[in-house]
């Protein structure tokens, strides 16, 4: 049986970090092993899409991680854990998002954006079904527009997408494709 915000709400002390309108995001305070961010889909993103979510996810790692180029500049981090009204991400603090990186007088911009821009616009374009049209088109919102949710870490030279740009509608999308297919 799968855990509901309230029962991690009753259980630990956690800080609402944004209120945001796809969810609010929580930390647990004080911090577990890893620093972890929970999502809870308390907004544009419905309770009953978590497990669907997760799904998209690690489908999108699948994807990256078969473009081999693509994937020496890009890592996708994967849902932790999937409740009813929630998910578990790993924390990530980083000053180097792409949303930061669109704003060229503050930050350096790294050499290896417009590599990683580069090789994913010549990698989409030709999916091969409507789930992969899906994952297509939240690479695109990830990592070729200003993202606070994909960061670069110079230290692997790398952009972490650390929650994909994924919208109900991609959810639901995804979700009907997957009842088609059953």
């Known amino acids: 049986m799968m855990q509901k915000f309230s029962d991690i709400e009753k259980k630990y002390q956690l800080e609402n970090l944004f209120r945001s309108r796809r969810g609010y995001l929580y930390i647990f ?7 972890m961010v929970i999502r809870h889909f308390n907004g544009e993103l ?18 990256v991680t078969s473009h081999k180029l693509l994937h020496e500049y890009v890592e996708v981090e994967l849902v932790r854990e999937v409740g009813e009204d929630f998910i578990i991400l790993l924390f990530h603090k980083s000053y180097s998002t792409l949303s930061a990186i669109e704003d060229w007088d503050d ?6 954006l417009e590599i990683m821009q580069n090789i994913l616009r010549s990698e989409i374009g030709n999916p091969r079904n409507d789930k992969e049209k899906i994952i297509e088109e939240i690479l695109v919102r990830s990592l070729l527009e200003p993202s606070g949710k994909t960061w670069f870490y110079e230290t ?10 994924i919208t109900q509608e991609h959810l ?3 979700s009907n494709l997957s009842n088609e297919q059953s």
């Open 29 to 35: 305070k004080p911090a577990l092993q890893d620093e």
């Open 107 to 112: 930050y350096l911009v790294p050499e290896e």
């Open 172 to 174: 639901e999308k995804w």
């Open 46 to 63: 419905k309770p009953n899409f978590t497990k669907v979510f997760a799904e998209v996810v690690e489908r999108i790692n699948q994807w």
């Open 156 to 165: 692997i030279n790398k952009f972490i997408i650390t929650e994909p740009r």
